[in-house]
């Protein structure tokens, strides 16, 4: 079934191990001191919606652009403090999203203008859990130009679907038609003006995009 994004948007950083491991040295340090304790969330706003198989415009003030894939949550029925073993109920299905987005250099505080690009959330059509069966040993993968760019496996995740909806319900309500974006690659896929991009996860879902415009 189709999906069009209707509801807020919730994106979690930092949730790929490997990423965590790599940064591990830098989080010793000021302003972090410590490795966080809980998800890491930012917000794709409305003006950041898109769809399948349009176009995102190349940012007029970066002579930089990179995107990252993440299945996308969605979620099917108020959602208020729930346990992880209940989680998956309060599901809808799941789609994939495209996050473009300028290059992160800190995340102690949410990059606004970087997340929040016109048109830089893109979602694909939604299938329903049962069609994945489960999310074990499934992966999102990203290429651009008909090139692989990206491979993440789920396992890598550092908190797993369910407990990232639990985590999240407990600090907002979740309504019908919202989303989270639950695990990105921490490297993110450099992009330049023209190029293709494409995710899929496994064989269930697929989801492309192009970055129109031009380097001012």
Known sequence: MNTILQGKVVCVALNDQQQIETLKSTFEQVPYKALPTEPVLYFKPQNTWNQNNQDIEWPSTSKALVVGASIALIIGQRCCRVNRDQALGYL??????HDFSLPETSYYR???KGKCIDNSASISSSIPLSDIGSFDGLEVTTSINGVL???FPLMRAV???EEIIEKVSHI???DKG???AFAFAGDRVALNPQD??????SENLFLENVVAGEFS
């Open 159 to 161: 908190r797993s679907p």
């Open 172 to 174: 907002m309500t979740l």
């Open 196 to 201: 293709t991009v494409r995710s899929s996860l």
């Open 178 to 180: 919202d989303v989270i």
């Open 110 to 112: 949410p990059d606004i």
């Open 92 to 97: 809808d299905g799941i789609a994939l999203m």
């Open 149 to 151: 760019k990206s491979t």
